[in-house]
Every structure is written in structure tokens, then in C-alpha cells.
């Protein structure tokens, strides 16, 4: 297991941050655009969440379709997602092998959350691979990622324009609070062309996480063999590339 892979699974599993996960439930606004477009199309189709954590978003898919998966490879976020949802399909799997699934077997797969940026670059381009095949020809593919433009990505507040707010302030606290982890855990950063990899804020400065502008996202699924994708910001508006927000939304179609 590379240690990106030790880093990022560990801090999945740990007890504090399976319970940030527990008390989700809402979906994001693009999630919601997406979603209320999509559903007529997929009610009653075979769905797969990816990387489902605790199942915010179980219940919105299952008012979709019953025909529902689930999959996490964080076992403690599955068992948690069980307790909410005991009648649903939920199994602890890896995104990057999905041999458990027949080719062409879902007319939509969601990773949401940016959870596919939790991977290094070969695999995640691995689990772009794995998600196409288990799609049905025409099967949609859903997710966010982090986003490589954003005026702020890899700075800490004090590098940006600073403002006179208490969440500012207590922001600024919280970075100084971690900054010595941080400066640990920047050793593993990678910067190339395609992408990036960094430790930004998440879960206390914990997880190393991948970054990608849009047009390189949307370049890499035409790669990856979707024969359409579009790139949506974090208000749910068509975009070619965003400055603004920290992810984006992709919605590619196999
Ligand atoms: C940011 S959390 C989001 C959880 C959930 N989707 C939500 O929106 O609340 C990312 C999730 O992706 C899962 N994850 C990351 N890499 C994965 C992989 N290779 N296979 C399966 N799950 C993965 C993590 O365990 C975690 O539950």
C-alpha cells in the first residue's frame, strides 16, 4: 500500500471523523441540480454510490431507486451507514476494483465528497477504468473533485486577502494550530503538470488530497474513454473552469 493510500485510509478510520460523517444527511446544491435532472431517467435503474461513508447520501438515491449499492473502504463508515440504513446494499469495497460487479451493470455510479481524490493519480485513473466498465453504455458518472484553480488552493488564510471576521480569525487559529502536522505531512505533497496532490485543511490537516483544474478533469475522462463530460460549480451553473470555488462537479457519460 503506497503511503498516500496508509495516510488517507487511517484517517478515514478514525473514530472522530466517523462521526462528522454520521450526522450527514443534506446534499450539496449542485448534488441536488444533478440529481432532480437525472431522476427521471434512472428511476428504478441499478445505482452505485462509491465511497458512500455514513450514507448522506443513501436516502437520495434510494427515493430514486430501490435497486441501490453502496461501497466504502472504510469498514467503520460502512457498519455506521448499515446502522442507518439497514435494509440497503452496502459493501465494503475498493473504488479501484470493482470485480464484484459485471460489466454494464449500473446506469449510474456516484463518488461524492471529492472521495476520488483520496487515491494516487495511476489508480484514481484506475477507478475512472473500473467505474466506465461497470457502467451500461450511455450510464452516467457523477462526482466532485477538488479543484486545482481556485484562488485559494494550497494557501493558508494569512497568504490570502485578509479580512476582519471572526471566522477569519478562528480559521487562522486553526491552521496556526496544525501548522507543525502540516509541515510534516508536506513532504508527501506531488506537483505535476496534470495534477496535484496536498494537504489542505481537511479533518485537522490529515489527508493527502488530490487537486485538478477542470479542463484537465474533463481531459482525463475523454481519456479514460466517457464519451461526454461537462463541469458544473459548487452552485450547480455550467462551467468551462472555475476560479471561485474549492471543487467541482463532473458529469460524465459512458
Ligand atoms: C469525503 S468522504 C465522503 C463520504 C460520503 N460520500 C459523504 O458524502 O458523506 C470520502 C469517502 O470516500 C471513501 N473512499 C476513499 N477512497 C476510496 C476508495 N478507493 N474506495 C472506496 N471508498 C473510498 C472514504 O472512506 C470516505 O468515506
Known amino acids: 500500500m503506497s503511503l498516500l493510500d496508509q495516510i488517507n485510509k487511517a484517517a478515514y478510520a478514525r473514530a472522530d471523523v466517523v462521526g462528522e460523517y ?47 449499492t453502496g461501497i466504502d473502504y472504510t469498514p467503520a463508515l460502512v457498519e455506521a451507514a448499515r446502522r442507518k440504513f439497514p435494509r440497503a446494499r452496502l459493501l465494503c469495497r475498493d473504488a479501484r476494483d470493482l470485480s464484484p460487479f459485471a460489466d454494464e451493470s449500473f446506469d449510474f455510479a456516484l463518488f461524492s465528497f471529492n472521495g476520488i481524490d483520496y487515491v494516487p493519480h495511476e489508480e484514481r485513473l484506475q477507478v475512472l477504468r473500473e467505474v466506465r466498465r461497470v457502467l451500461k453504455p450511455g450510464g452516467y458518472f457523477m462526482f466532485s473533485s477538488h479543484n486545482r484553480e481556485c484562488e485559494h488552493f494550497n494557501k493558508m488564510p494569512w497568504q490570502t486577502k485578509p479580512r476582519l471576521s471572526a471566522p477569519y480569525v478562528k480559521y487562522c487559529l486553526y491552521c496556526l494550530a496544525h501548522l507543525p502536522k502540516h509541515l510534516r505531512m508536506r ?68
Not at 450547480?236 to 459512458?254: E, F, I, N, Q, S
Open 22 to 68: 454520521v450526522g450527514a444527511d443534506g446534499l450539496f446544491e449542485t448534488e441536488r441540480v444533478l440529481l432532480a435532472r437525472l431522476a427521471p431517467a434512472l428511476r428504478g435503474k441499478p445505482l452505485l454510490d462509491v465511497g458512500v461513508g455514513a450514507g448522506r447520501t443513501t436516502r437520495h438515491l434510494l427515493e430514486i431507486s430501490d435497486d441501490y
Open 187 to 254: 513532504r508527501h505533497e506531488v506537483h505535476a503538470d496534470e495534477y496535484a496532490v496536498v494537504n489542505d485543511n481537511a479533518h485537522g490537516f490529515s489527508l493527502l488530497a488530490y487537486y485538478i483544474s477542470a479542463p484537465a478533469q474533463l481531459e482525463q475522462l475523454r481519456r479514460a474513454g466517457f464519451s461526454s463530460a461537462e463541469a458544473y460549480d459548487m452552485d450547480g451553473h455550467p462551467t468551462a473552469r472555475d476560479t471561485r470555488h474549492p471543487w467541482v462537479y463532473y458529469l460524465a457519460r459512458k
